[in-house]
């Protein structure tokens, strides 16, 4: 299966709508469908911040193991270059994503068939009222092997700017766009005593957002912005 790194990418909804800021005429167009795949489950939460991060074994002592999240998506830019004219696809729908949700796809676009080149992204989040627009939950498991219910909350305003390589679209053939979150990622920022040391609910349970914990909050924030890559393959 041939495969075309893209480097850093953001998350795609499953009901999008898209507007061109330039009108082709073609008879020939090719279609991408988005898919997301949580990498990395497990990683290490070590003494050091160079020893975390690491992937390992699933239920490891040291380590903490990412089991459920989501994110709302508010918008998505997609800007590229085609025979040297500027072409932009506007997502404007919201729509909220299940992270561990295997093989979904979260909608499709269709493009014209040809060389996209300078291709730039920029996925919109936005806070919440109701809801955070990025959680995911999971459990922690110390040097002693006791496990820890874990949850992050992130609910702000963000931008996040990314680039791609050249792509071609094929009319013959189908595409999909694989979202891969790595997720250990979240925790290379940070070390064993920062989870030993924040409070916990009545439940037990570290709640890990900008006003609960939040020192260890911005640690993770830090992993969260760089941890999604992309590869299209077909």
Same mark, same amino acid.
């Given at each position: 299966?041939?495969?075309?790194?893209?480097?850093?990418?953001?998350?795609?909804?499953?009901?999008?709508?898209?507007?061109?800021?330039?009108?082709?005429?073609?008879?020939?167009?090719?279609?991408?469908?988005?898919?997301?795949?949580?990498?990395?489950?497990?990683?290490?939460?070590?003494?050091?911040?160079?020893?975390?991060?690491?992937?390992?074994?699933?239920?490891?002592?040291?380590?903490?193991?990412?089991?459920?999240?989501?994110?709302?998506?508010?918008?998505?830019?997609?800007?590229?270059?085609?025979?040297?004219?500027?072409?932009?696809?506007?997502?404007?729908?919201?729509?909220?994503?299940?992270?561990?949700?295997?093989?979904?796809?979260?909608?499709?676009?269709? %493009?014209? &068939? $040809?060389?996209?080149?300078? @291709? !730039?992204? =920029?996925?919109?989040?936005?806070?919440?009222?109701?809801?955070?627009?990025?959680?995911?939950?999971?459990?922690?498991?110390?040097?002693?092997?006791?496990?820890?219910?874990?949850?992050?909350?992130?609910?702000?305003?963000?931008?996040?700017?990314?680039?791609?390589?050249?792509?071609?679209?094929?009319?013959?053939?189908?595409?999909?766009?694989?979202?891969?979150?790595?997720?250990?990622?979240?925790?290379?920022?940070?070390?064993?005593?920062?989870?030993?040391?924040?409070?916990?609910?009545?439940?037990?349970?570290?709640?890990?957002?900008?006003?609960?914990?939040?020192?260890?909050?911005?640690? %993770?924030? &830090? $992993?969260?912005?760089?941890? @999604? !890559?992309? =590869?299209?393959?077909?």
């Amino acid at each position: 299966m041939k495969r075309k790194l893209l480097g850093s990418l953001a998350i795609f909804c499953s009901v999008i709508t898209f507007s061109a800021c330039t009108k082709e005429e073609t008879t020939t167009e090719g279609k991408i469908n988005y898919q997301m795949e949580p990498t990395n489950l497990t990683a290490s939460v070590g003494t050091t911040v160079s020893e975390s991060g690491l992937v390992v074994n699933t239920n490891a002592n040291s380590s903490l193991t990412w089991k459920a999240g989501r994110v709302i998506v508010h918008e998505l830019d997609f800007e590229a270059k085609k025979d040297d004219r500027e072409i932009e696809y506007k997502l404007t729908k919201p729509a909220t994503v299940d992270l561990f949700k295997l093989s979904q796809e979260f909608g499709s676009i269709t %493009i014209p &068939a $040809g060389t996209y080149k300078e @291709i !730039k992204f =920029e996925l919109v989040l936005k806070k919440q009222t109701t809801a955070n627009v990025f959680s995911i939950s999971g459990i922690y498991k110390d040097e002693t092997g006791k496990e820890t219910n874990v949850e992050f909350l992130f609910n702000e305003d963000v931008n996040i700017k990314l680039e791609a390589e050249n792509l071609t679209i094929s009319s013959s053939e189908a595409y999909t766009g694989l979202l891969k979150l790595q997720l250990n990622k979240l925790v290379s920022q940070i070390n064993s005593a920062d989870l030993k040391s924040v409070d916990r609910n009545a439940n037990g349970t570290i709640v890990i957002s900008s006003t609960k914990n939040a020192i260890l909050y911005n640690k %993770i924030k &830090a $992993g969260f912005i760089s941890f @999604i !890559k992309a =590869e299209f393959k077909h």
